[in-house]
T-cell receptor
């Protein structure tokens, strides 16, 4: 069992709609990273949250946004959904100490988003 | 450009056999290298993580090697089981910026009875 829980597990949305995906981090972790994984591809880094602030972002447009809550859980919001947004969205929690690096990446099982 | 390349792309072996998966990277500066196992539709599960000074690390039937000079790593699976069927992904972290993980495309392993 990974300790990182994502919800929902599957989701079908219509193009143009908005979606919110949720992630609870593993106990003791304070950082959450979100990834988009298209079929047959490796995960692409979307962004990372540390201390409730965005702390790094990949090459994704502003319609991809997120939140981190005081309990370190996180949300990924995607507005104006496009067909190409169909993918597995993975959340990974880790621990970051001060200005140091992250370690202990633990992934959730992902949310499978289908945009039709 | 920092890249991680894995081979073979796919592999089919019989249950009980051994296999070795390869990972070559050009990431610099290098921090660490991780091997993940990912079942279809599930999140990746960490198998091993190695830093620059580590040459070999084992996790049960999984043994990873790292040659930081040639920038190559391998994952050896011993006495394969049907449950080993999955994608195996090599991930390399840049030094000083561990939030950036560079992922290989993975090797798809099928273990047949």
């Amino acid at each position: 069992e990974t300790g990182v829980t994502q919800s929902p597990t599957h989701l079908i949305k219509t193009r143009g709609q908005q979606v919110t995906l949720r992630c609870s981090s593993q106990s003791g972790h304070n950082t959450v990273s979100w990834y988009q994984q298209a079929l047959g591809q490796g995960p692409q880094f979307i962004f990372q949250y540390y201390r409730e602030e965005e702390n790094g972002r990949g090459n994704f447009p502003p319609r991809f946004s997120g939140l981190q809550f005081p309990n370190y859980s996180s949300e990924l919001n995607v507005n104006a959904l496009e067909l190409d947004d169909s993918a597995l969205y993975l959340c990974a929690s880790s621990f970051r100490q001060g200005g140091g690096s992250n370690y202990g990446y633990t992934f959730g099982s992902g949310t499978r988003l289908t945009v039709v | 450009k920092n890249q991680v390349e894995q081979s073979p792309q796919s592999l089919i072996i019989l249950e009980g056999k051994n296999c070795t998966l390869q990972c070559n990277y050009t990431v610099s500066p290098f921090s660490n290298l991780r091997w993940y196992k990912q079942d279809t539709g599930r999140g990746p599960v960490s198998l091993t993580i190695m830093t620059f000074s580590e040459n070999t690390k084992s996790n049960g039937r999984y043994t990873a090697t790292l040659d930081a000079d040639t920038k190559q790593s391998s994952l050896h699976i011993t006495a394969s089981q049907l449950s080993d069927s999955a994608s195996y992904i090599c991930v390399v972290s840049e030094a000083g910026n561990n939030r950036k993980l560079i992922w290989g495309l993975g090797t798809s392993l099928a273990v047949n009875p």
